[in-house]
């Protein structure tokens, strides 16, 4: 119902940037939240930044001051520019977004099927 494809994920030296998007595209009513999330091997997926179809953004401790959320609503895409990279930045990253695909339907989450983001130290 609702499709997310990521792109921008590569190998980047520590220190360097990288800029991820997000498109979400099929039958959406409307969209409310969509995010980043990242799961690095061994470890839980976390969040990473959010951003509310207002434009609020939150952000993880670990990325504050370094990457930035940002949401283009007239093409249901989002951004995140990662500046700063670390190696412990390393993992899949997944976009998800909260959505209703039909008037009157409620909100269900959508997940893509993630880029990877490697740093390299």
């Known amino acids: 119902q609702v499709q997310l494809v990521e792109s921008g994920g590569g190998l980047v030296q ?17 969209i409310n ?9 061994g470890n839980q997926r976390e969040l990473v930044a959010a951003i509310t ?6 952000y993880a401790d670990s990325v504050k ?3 930035t959320i940002s949401r283009d609503n007239a093409k ?3 951004y995140l520019q990662m500046n700063s990279l670390k190696a412990e930045d390393t993992a899949v990253y997944y976009c998800k977004t909260n959505a209703v695909v039909g008037y009157g339907t409620p909100s269900s989450d959508y997940w893509g099927q ?7 130290s």
């Open 76 to 78: 249901n895409t989002i």
């Open 14 to 30: 520590a220190g360097g940037s990288l800029r991820l998007s997000c498109a979400a595209s099929g039958r959406i009513f409307s």
């Open 114 to 120: 993630g880029t990877q983001v490697t740093v390299s």
């Open 65 to 67: 001051g370094r990457f």
């Open 33 to 41: 939240t969509m995010g980043w999330h990242r799961q690095a091997p």
């Open 53 to 58: 179809n207002a434009g609020t953004t939150n």
